[in-house]
Each structure stands twice: as structure tokens, then as C-alpha cells.
């Protein structure tokens, strides 16, 4: 007779594989919808300096690319990344912080709503010697965690973790009611904008439970100097990637500054 370890091994094996090959295909539709768009997004707008010209650019690729519709949400992200470069009233730091948070939250949105099926198909619970398993809240709790730059890990199960100086936001971020379609948004998915406390995600499967604490983490971690001026690409990666050739590790998470060079 089998021993309790040795009889789950199976199940999660086939649980895994299930679970790998939906998050596959989900990943494929993200790629198709969103990663494809932001490639031609920049390709339409890579030589151009005038606002004039760019804005009808914009328009143009809205036109070609983007279901005015299904897509809403990609519409006012392109529109904000498209005003962080061209709309000159974006020129104070703590707005365009803000601004780039917007963007990055609808963005971010957006892609959670794609993978909402598949991430729900591949967590949904699991049959386990007469139980159901429930699969969502183990992986979540277990073994689901976020590493940033200077091994800042934040679990994914737990409320995002304050900063390593001790603050919860950069001071640019620290108060977002300036922005008021940003503070709206905040408020719609995370509820309070005070504090990271409230934050965790009970199931990953649970698209309202990621939102927020994935926009709570954007906020958290969105203007970490790392981030946004340290390449986390060693030059010999950058140019396999420049010929579409994979790139192995290892991958820089400490000091990235000085081995990769800055933006």
C-alpha cells in the first residue's frame, strides 16, 4: 500500500502539468493581445517629435489595432503612455509618477481579465481522496511570491510589504488623490489608499484578490530607483534577445546598477 506522500505525488503531478499548460495558453493570448499592441504602439510613435503628428498617430493605431469596445482599457493606457511622451501639462514628477501608475494599472487590468478564465480553470479545486482540495488558497499561501532588485521578495499571500527604508510608497505616490481616474481606479480595486494593510490575496484565482494586491504592489514599488534606471539585462543577454534567441540566467537582482550599466 502506497504511503499518503507517495499516493498525492500523481495528483499533483497531473494537477501541475494541467495547471502549466493553461497558464501557457493564457500567457499566448496576453502575448497576442496586449505584448503585440505595445510593440506596434512604439513602432508608431518611435520617430515622432511633434504632438500634432503624434496624436494623429495615436489615432491611427487606435483605428488599425484596438476594438474600440473590447478594448477600453488598453485605449486609456496607450492614451496615458502616450502622455507621459507628447501632452506637456504631464511635466511635475508626482504627476507623471502618477500618470505612469495609471497606465501600468490599466495595463496590468487588462491582462488580468484575459487570464481570468485560464487562471480560474487552472486553480480550480481538486478532488483528494473524497475532499476538495482547494487548490487556489494552497498555492496562493505556499508558494506564490514576487522577487524584486536587493532580494525584496514580497509573498503574494501576505499584505505587500512596506519598502526596505520602512515607508509604504515613494513620497511621489505616497498621496494619489491629485489624479483623480488613477484614485478612482485605486479606490475601485483596492478599496483604501492609506495603507498596504487589506492587501493580500487570499486566491490567486480570484481576479478582484490579484487586482488588488497587484496594484497595491505598482503603487508600492513603482518609483524604486532599481527599477527604473538599472538594466536587469547583462549586455550579453540584451543582444541574444536583439536576435530573438533565448536568454539563460543568471539574472541580476542585486546591484543591478553598477553590473548592467543604467537606462
Request: hydrophobic fraction near 40%; proline fraction near 4%; aromatic fraction near 12%.
Amino acid at each position: 500500500m502506497k504511503s499518503t506522500p507517495d499516493a498525492i505525488k500523481p495528483i499533483f503531478k497531473e494537477y501541475l502539468d494541467e495547471t502549466a499548460n493553461l497558464l501557457g495558453l493564457g500567457n499566448n493570448l496576453v502575448f497576442e493581445q496586449i505584448a503585440i499592441n505595445a510593440a506596434k504602439f512604439g513602432y508608431a510613435l518611435v520617430d515622432i517629435q511633434d504632438t500634432e503628428q503624434a496624436r494623429v498617430a495615436l489615432n491611427q493605431f487606435f483605428a488599425k489595432n484596438i476594438h474600440p469596445q473590447k478594448n477600453k482599457l488598453l485605449i486609456k493606457s496607450f492614451t496615458a503612455y502616450w502622455n507621459l511622451r507628447y501632452n506637456h501639462t504631464f511635466t511635475d514628477p508626482k504627476m507623471r509618477s502618477m500618470e505612469l501608475l495609471y497606465a501600468n494599472a490599466l495595463m496590468g487590468y487588462e491582462e488580468q481579465q484575459n487570464l481570468q478564465d485560464y487562471l480560474a480553470r487552472a486553480l480550480k479545486p481538486k478532488k483528494m481522496f473524497g475532499f476538495d482540495f482547494d487548490m487556489a488558497r494552497f498555492f496562493t499561501k505556499h508558494f506564490m511570491s514576487i522577487m524584486f532588485p536587493d532580494n525584496d521578495v514580497i509573498f503574494v499571500g501576505q499584505d505587500v510589504s512596506p519598502l526596505k527604508d520602512g515607508s509604504e510608497f515613494s513620497p511621489q505616490l505616497q498621496d494619489i488623490s491629485e489624479h483623480q481616474d488613477l484614485h478612482d481606479l485605486y479606490m475601485q480595486l483596492v478599496g483604501q489608499d492609506k495603507s498596504l494593510q487589506g492587501t493580500a490575496t487570499g486566491r490567486w484565482s480570484v481576479i478582484e484578490d490579484r487586482m488588488r494586491f497587484i496594484l497595491a504592489m505598482f503603487r508600492s514599488r513603482g518609483a524604486v530607483e532599481q527599477l527604473l534606471t538599472c538594466h536587469p539585462f547583462s549586455k550579453k543577454q540584451m543582444s541574444l534577445m536583439e536576435v530573438y534567441l533565448p536568454i539563460e540566467g543568471p539574472f541580476c537582482l542585486v546591484d543591478c546598477c553598477a553590473k548592467n550599466g543604467v537606462y
